[in-house]
């Protein structure tokens, strides 16, 4: 069974806590909660107050995903505030290891991720290691774009890996995420699926959440 991560981003952020516990209560396990500085990406979002806000509304597993210069600088922040898994991109700091050591000494998930266009390889010596790998299948800083279906490989590249090694990540994707690619993304060794638009801006949300829990490995 997959595991649907909704993205806050396309909440209602006026309705923040409603739209949150509208998607935990049709049974997401996750909220994706992205964070822009709008230096890494074009576009600002959310920081560790509204995180802290939001921890008491939920017992989700808040999956947060840093889209920040220099992560290693708001990690602590970002933990206190009630992190359960920290994502950082390998693009956005020289110290991938001090990230990922920050990040396991709150005693939390540490994930790494990548842009499209930084090869999947970069990602190798950390493998071992970390909680989660997730694959951007758009370029990050906006909602509702189309998904890159040439990110494919890098899945599938990322579950042989896993395989051969007996790693123990999971694979998770966002961006552009939707019915009609979910099944691949998941047959392609996909555990967890981040989904913005397709769950919020869907005419029924619970419905939505109950469609990419569904989805199988073959
Ligand atoms: C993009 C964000 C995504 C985004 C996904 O930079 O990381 O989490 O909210 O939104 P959709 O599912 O609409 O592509
Ligand atoms: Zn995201």
């Given at each position: ?120 390889e970069?990602t190798d010596p950390?493998l ?91």
């Open positions: 069974m997959a595991i649907v991560a909704p993205s806050i981003l396309s909440a209602d952020f006026a309705n923040l806590e409603r739209d949150c516990k509208k998607v935990v209560d049709a049974g997401a396990a996750y909220l994706h909660i992205d964070v822009m500085d709008g230096m890494f990406v074009p576009n600002i979002t959310i920081g560790p107050c509204v995180v802290k806000s939001l921890r008491p509304t939920s017992n989700a597993v808040f999956d947060v995903h840093l889209m920040i210069e220099q992560p290693e600088r708001y990690i602590d922040e970002f933990a206190k505030a009630g992190a359960d898994i920290i994502t950082v991109h390998v693009e956005s700091t020289e110290n991938i290891q001090l990230c990922t050591d920050k990040i396991k000494a709150h005693g939390i998930r540490a994930a790494l991720t990548l842009k499209p266009g930084t090869p999947i970069v950390y071992n290691q970390v909680d989660m790998i997730l694959v951007m299948t758009v370029e990050p800083g906006f909602g509702g774009q189309k998904f890159m279906p040439d990110m494919l490989p890098k899945v599938e590249w990322l579950d042989k890996q896993r395989t051969n090694h007996n790693y123990s990540y999971l694979i998770e994707v966002d961006g552009g995420v939707n019915s009609e690619n979910a099944r691949c993304l998941v047959d392609a060794g996909v555990d967890v699926l981040v989904a913005g638009s397709s769950v919020f801006c869907a005419k029924d949300i619970a419905q939505a959440v109950e469609f990419f829990n569904d989805v199988n490995r073959k």
